[in-house]
C-alpha cells in the first residue's frame, strides 16, 4: 500500500528565509512523487513530480525537492521564501497504477 | 489548450434538494477522478474513472451520492438528497494513466456547494 506523511501541518518562514516542507512516503513500489500548490480559492497545482529520472526535480516559482529513496523522504525546498508563496502544499505518490495519495497538506505563512 | 472546466463554480442549495456537479475533463485524458474537500477531512477521492469505467468508487461516502461518465467529455456527480454534511469543495481532476504512463493530475477549480 502506498501513503504520504507530511510533517508539519503548518509551517511559517519570514521572507526571504528557506522554505522547507517535509514529505515522507511508503510505497511497494518505485513511486512517482508530486508537489501541488493550493491558493486560496483555487484548485490544486503541480509544481514538480518525480517519474524516476534525476533524483533532484525542479519545478515552478523556485522550488525543487529531492527524492532520497534511503530515507523515503520527498521534501520541497525553496531558498527564499517570497510574500506570494504562501498556500496549501500537498505532496502526493503515485503507485504508477491509476491510484494517487494525497498527504494532509501544509499550510505555508510567510512573514514580513 | 483548456484545463479541466467546473460547473457551477458555487452552488447554494437546500437540504432535501438534488444537486448536480459537471466536469469537463481535458481532451485526450483517459482518467478522471472527483476529490471532495472540507477542512475537517482534508481532500478526500471519491471516485475515478478509467476510459469511462468506474475503477474505485469506496470513497463514495453513501447511496446519497452518484458519478456518471457517459463518454470521455463528460462527467457528473450527484447528490440526492443532500444534506448539511455535504457542504464542501468538490474538484474533478484528469489525467492520463496506464500502459506505464502515471501522469499528473490536472484540477478544476473546483465547486463549492453549501447546503443550507
Known amino acids: 500500500a502506498q501513503s504520504v506523511t507530511q510533517l508539519g501541518s503548518h509551517v511559517s518562514v519570514s521572507e526571504g528565509a528557506l522554505v522547507l516542507l517535509r514529505c515522507n512516503y511508503s510505497?511497494?513500489?518505485?513511486?512517482?512523487l508530486f508537489w501541488y500548490v493550493q491558493y486560496p480559492n483555487q484548485g490544486l497545482q503541480l509544481l514538480l513530480k518525480?517519474?524516476?529520472?534525476?533524483?533532484l526535480v525542479k519545478g515552478i516559482n523556485g522550488f525543487e525537492a529531492e527524492f532520497k529513496k534511503s530515507e523515503t523522504s520527498f521534501h520541497l525546498t525553496k531558498p527564499s521564501a517570497h510574500m506570494s508563496d504562501a498556500a496549501e502544499y500537498f505532496c502526493a505518490v503515485s503507485d504508477r497504477g491509476n491510484q494517487f495519495y494525497f498527504g494532509t497538506g501544509t499550510s505555508l505563512t510567510v512573514i514580513p | 489548450d483548456a484545463g479541466v472546466i467546473q460547473s457551477p463554480r458555487h452552488e447554494v442549495t437546500e437540504m432535501g434538494q438534488e444537486v448536480t456537479l459537471r466536469c469537463k475533463p481535458i481532451?485526450?485524458?483517459?482518467?478522471l477522478f472527483w476529490y471532495r474537500q472540507t477542512m475537517m477531512r482534508g481532500l478526500e477521492l471519491l471516485i475515478y474513472?478509467?476510459?469511462?469505467?468506474?475503477?474505485?468508487d469506496s470513497g463514495m461516502p453513501e447511496d446519497r451520492f452518484s458519478a456518471k461518465m457517459p463518454n470521455a467529455s463528460f462527467s457528473t456527480l450527484k447528490i440526492q438528497p443532500s444534506e448539511p454534511r455535504d457542504s464542501a469543495v468538490y474538484f474533478c481532476?484528469?489525467?492520463?494513466?496506464?500502459?506505464?504512463?502515471?501522469?499528473?493530475?490536472?484540477f478544476g477549480e473546483g465547486s463549492r456547494l453549501t447546503v443550507l
Open positions: 481532476a484528469s489525467s492520463i494513466r496506464g500502459g506505464g504512463v502515471s501522469g499528473e493530475l490536472f
Open positions: 518525480y517519474t524516476s529520472a534525476a533524483t
Open positions: 481532451s485526450g485524458h483517459n482518467s
Open positions: 474513472f478509467n476510459n469511462n469505467v468506474p475503477i474505485d
Open positions: 510505497s511497494s513500489v518505485p513511486p512517482y
